[in-house]
C-alpha cells in the first residue's frame, strides 16, 4: 500500500469554535486540539457542543496522541469527553495549557494521569516514521504553540491561534528563524487560522492596550472594575501590572479569572507582589479609589461577575455613584444585546462606562499578517481553518495572493478529508462530522430528536392527553392538560373533539403502535383548531379490555 497522509478536520471550520482536526499518516492517527462552542440561545438544556468522535471511534485503534495548542475552550473544552471516552489517549500540552486542562478535567472528574507536559517547544515526540515538534506562538493567552508533523511524505503544519506582535507583554518573543526553518524544510500541508481573515492592515499588539489601559484607569473615578476574559491572559497580566504602578490594590472576581490567575502567577506568567491580590472580603478595608476590580462577564452572561455586581447581587461589595467599569473585551457577535442591557444597569447606577476600542485587541492576526506567516512558510496545500466559511473562502484569497497556487488551496467544511500521497493531495470520501449537543446533566446526548421538541415545548407549549379506551363498551373518554399556553378556550368542546379523534381512529387503526402515532397528528390538527398554534402532544393511552 502506498504512503498516505489524512488531514481530517473534525471541528472549526465554518464556524469559530470545537475546534479538533485528525492527522493520520498510514495507520497512526494523531489528533489536535479537542474544543467547544457553546449553544445558541435557542437550543434548550443544551450545555455545550463538541466535534463529533465517530470517526476517531471507529478508528481508535490507531490513535497515538492528542496535541493541544493552547488552553482556550474552543481547543481544551471539549477534552473531559473526549477522554472519558478514550482515557488512554496520551494528552500534550504546554504547562500552562496542561493547568487549565487539568483544571477542567478536575470539575468534572476524570482522570488526569495521561497528561504528558511540552516541557519547551523544542522537544520533538518520535513514532514510527513520524515526527512531531512545536513552535511558540503569539496569542492572548501565554504557552500557545504551533503543530509540525514530520512524515515521509511531507510536513504538516497546524498554526494554532496566532497572531504576529513584535512587543509581546510578556517579552516571549517571535521566534522567525525556527519558523523560517520549517518553511526551508518544506511545509507540504498548512492549516492556518483564519479569523480575523476579513480584517485589513494588522492587529494592535497587546503592549499597546496596556498602555491605553493604563491611561483609563488612572482617570478612573471610584472603585475600578476592568472586566475581561479570563481567558485573556497577557490583558490580565497588564491590569495587574497597572494596578501595581498605580498603587492598587487588586481583587479577583469570577471562578476562572481566579483559577486562572492563580495557575499563571504559578507558573511565572503573571508576576505580582504577594500584597497586591487581597481577598474579595478585604475590599471594604481599602479605599474606593485604592481598588481595581478585576472581573469576568464582560459578554453580560447573566451569572457572571459584571453582571452580578450590577445586580448588587456580589455580597462583599456594591458597585456606587461615579465607581468605574472599565470593559476592555470586544463584543463577541450575537451578544451585543446581553452586553447592551449589562451598560443599561450600569448606567442607572450612575456608574461610569468606559467602552473604546483602543482598550482591547483580537489575538487573532488580521491579513497582513495572515499572509507574513503564509510567505515564511510556503506551503505546498493550505487549509484554511479556526473560521465561519467566509473567512476561510477570504483567507484562500489572501493566500492566492501571497502565490499559494489556488488549485492547492481546499475550502473544507467539518468532515471534508484531503489525501497526499507521493502523487500528490486528492479529496478524500468525506465523515461524519456534525455537532454533538451535551447536556451537562449527564443523562446522555441531545439527539435532533430531543432538541426538536425542546424547541416545541418552549415556542408552543404542551399538551398532554390522556385517553381511556373501553374496548367492550367501545367508548372513550379523554381527559388534557395544558402547559405553556395562554388560549382561552372553550375546553368541554376541544375535549369532546379529542374523544372524536379517538374514536374515529379505532374504527380503522387495529395496532397499538400505528394508532398511537397517528392519534399524535389527529390531536395536533384539533389542538390547532382551538388555539392556533402546534404544541408538543403527549399521548397517553390506555386500553381497558374487561
Ligand atoms: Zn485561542
Ligand atoms: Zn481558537
Known amino acids: 500500500?502506498?504512503?498516505?497522509?489524512?488531514?481530517?478536520?473534525?471541528?472549526?471550520?465554518?464556524?469559530?469554535?470545537?475546534?479538533?482536526?485528525?492527522?493520520?499518516?498510514?495507520?497512526?492517527?494523531f489528533i489536535i486540539d479537542a474544543g467547544i462552542i457553546f449553544p445558541d440561545e435557542d437550543m434548550y438544556g443544551?450545555?455545550?457542543?463538541?466535534?463529533?468522535?465517530?470517526?476517531?471511534?471507529?478508528?481508535?485503534h490507531k490513535i497515538k496522541a492528542l496535541f493541544v495548542t493552547h488552553g482556550h475552550e474552543d481547543h481544551i473544552g471539549a477534552l473531559p469527553y473526549f477522554m472519558k471516552e478514550f482515557p488512554k489517549v496520551p494528552i500534550y500540552a504546554t504547562k500552562l495549557t496542561a493547568g487549565m486542562i487539568t483544571n477542567k478535567l478536575k470539575y468534572h472528574k476524570v482522570d488526569r494521569s495521561v497528561i504528558r507536559i511540552i516541557k519547551s517547544v523544542n522537544e520533538v515526540f518520535t513514532y514510527n516514521k513520524v515526527k512531531v515538534s512545536f513552535f511558540g506562538t503569539i496569542h492572548s493567552i501565554p504557552d500557545s504553540v504551533g503543530i509540525v508533523i514530520e512524515t515521509p511524505i511531507g510536513n504538516i503544519v497546524h498554526t494554532g491561534d496566532f497572531k504576529i506582535d513584535y512587543h509581546p507583554v510578556d517579552k516571549k518573543f517571535i521566534d522567525f528563524q525556527r519558523l523560517g526553518e520549517i518553511g526551508k524544510q518544506g511545509v507540504k500541508v498548512l492549516l492556518s487560522d483564519s479569523t480575523n481573515a476579513e480584517?485589513?492592515?494588522?492587529?494592535?499588539?497587546?503592549?499597546?492596550?496596556?498602555?491605553?489601559?493604563?491611561?483609563?484607569?488612572?482617570?478612573?473615578?471610584?472603585?475600578?472594575?476592568?472586566?475581561?476574559?479570563?481567558?485573556s491572559l497577557h490583558r490580565v497580566r497588564s491590569i495587574i501590572e497597572i494596578s501595581e504602578k498605580l498603587g492598587k490594590k487588586v481583587v479577583v472576581v469570577g471562578k476562572s479569572m481566579e483559577k486562572?490567575?492563580?495557575?499563571?502567577?504559578?507558573?511565572?506568567?503573571?508576576?505580582?507582589?504577594?500584597?497586591?491580590?487581597?481577598?474579595?472580603?478585604?475590599?471594604?478595608?481599602?479605599?474606593?479609589?485604592?481598588?481595581?476590580?478585576?472581573?469576568?462577564?464582560?459578554?453580560?452572561?447573566?451569572?457572571?461577575?459584571?453582571?452580578r455586581l450590577s445586580q448588587d447581587e456580589n455580597k462583599f461589595f456594591?458597585?456606587?455613584?461615579?465607581?468605574?467599569v472599565i470593559f476592555s473585551s470586544g463584543v463577541i457577535p450575537g451578544n451585543e444585546k446581553s452586553v447592551g442591557s449589562l451598560i443599561n444597569n450600569l448606567l442607572k447606577k450612575q456608574v461610569k462606562v468606559v467602552q473604546k476600542k483602543e482598550i482591547h485587541t483580537s489575538g487573532h492576526g488580521y491579513q497582513e499578517e495572515q499572509k507574513l506567516l503564509l510567505s515564511i512558510l510556503r506551503p505546498e496545500y493550505f487549509i484554511p481553518c479556526h473560521g465561519e466559511?467566509?473567512?476561510?473562502v477570504k483567507h484562500k484569497e489572501l493566500?492566492?495572493?501571497?502565490?499559494?497556487?489556488?488549485?492547492?488551496?481546499?475550502?473544507?467544511?467539518?468532515?471534508?478529508?484531503l489525501e497526499i500521497t507521493s502523487d500528490g493531495a486528492a479529496v478524500g470520501e468525506s465523515v461524519q462530522a456534525g455537532p454533538v449537543l451535551v447536556d451537562n446533566s449527564g443523562l446522555g446526548d441531545v439527539n435532533i430528536n430531543i432538541m426538536r421538541d425542546r424547541r416545541r415545548m418552549a415556542e408552543q407549549g404542551l399538551v398532554v392527553v390522556f385517553a381511556k379506551v373501553y374496548t367492550k363498551e367501545k367508548t372513550v373518554s379523554v381527559r388534557f392538560e395544558l402547559k405553556g399556553i395562554a388560549a382561552r378556550l372553550d375546553k368541554p368542546q376541544l375535549n369532546k373533539e379529542l374523544a372524536e379523534a379517538v374514536e374515529s381512529r379505532l374504527s380503522s387503526e387495529k395496532k397499538e403502535g400505528t394508532l398511537r402515532r397517528a392519534?399524535?397528528?389527529?390531536?395536533?390538527?384539533?389542538?390547532?383548531?382551538?388555539?392556533?398554534?402546534?404544541?408538543?402532544?403527549?399521548?397517553?393511552?390506555?386500553?381497558i379490555r374487561d
Open 1 to 29: 500500500m502506498k504512503n498516505k497522509i489524512r488531514i481530517i478536520p473534525l471541528g472549526g471550520l465554518g464556524e469559530v469554535g470545537k475546534n479538533m482536526t485528525v492527522v493520520e499518516y498510514n495507520d497512526q492517527m
Open 46 to 60: 443544551v450545555d455545550v457542543i463538541t466535534p463529533d468522535f465517530e470517526y476517531v471511534r471507529q478508528n481508535k
Open 199 to 231: 480584517k485589513e492592515g494588522v492587529s494592535v499588539p497587546e503592549s499597546i492596550v496596556a498602555a491605553n489601559l493604563e491611561k483609563e484607569v488612572f482617570q478612573a473615578t471610584g472603585r475600578t472594575v476592568v472586566a475581561t476574559f479570563a481567558s
Open 260 to 307: 486562572n490567575i492563580k495557575l499563571a502567577i504559578q507558573l511565572g506568567h503573571i508576576v505580582a507582589k504577594e500584597e497586591t491580590i487581597i481577598a474579595q472580603k478585604e475590599a471594604n478595608d481599602y479605599p474606593r479609589e485604592q481598588l481595581l476590580i478585576l472581573a469576568t462577564g464582560a459578554q453580560g452572561e447573566v451569572m457572571a461577575a459584571v453582571s
Open 318 to 324: 456594591k458597585l456606587e455613584k461615579d465607581d468605574t
Open 389 to 392: 466559511y467566509r473567512m476561510l
Open 399 to 417: 493566500a492566492t495572493q501571497v502565490g499559494i497556487k489556488e488549485e492547492n488551496i481546499f475550502v473544507f467544511e467539518n468532515g471534508d478529508v
Open 519 to 543: 392519534l399524535i397528528d389527529d390531536f395536533v390538527d384539533v389542538v390547532y383548531k382551538h388555539i392556533k398554534r402546534r404544541p408538543l402532544i403527549v399521548p397517553y393511552i390506555e386500553f
